[in-house]
């Protein structure tokens, strides 16, 4: 248990406790819109046309092999 001298000590602390936990509260601010922004329709479509696509390639590829 820290131990505080005065009154000064104590509000520097809880200085430090509150800029903290307004950092904390922004990180998580960003973090929530990095999700939101992962999540949306159109990241989601972009995806799955980019996976589609992707496993397309590949198919053609394996049939050209084997095929001859």
């Keep these: 248990m820290k131990v505080y ?3 000064d000590e104590i509000n520097k602390e ?9 950092i904390h509260e922004e990180t ?3 973090k929530i819109n990095e999700v939101k922004e992962e999540l949306s329709a159109v ?3 972009t995806n799955m046309i ?3 696509a992707k496993k397309a390639v590949v198919l ?8 001859r």
């Design 60 to 67: 053609k590829i394996v049939n050209k092999f084997l095929s």
């Design 28 to 30: 998580m601010k960003l």
């Design 43 to 45: 990241s989601i479509v």
């Design 5 to 7: 001298n005065n009154f």
């Design 14 to 22: 809880l200085n430090v406790l509150s800029l903290q936990k307004q």
């Design 50 to 52: 980019s996976s589609i």
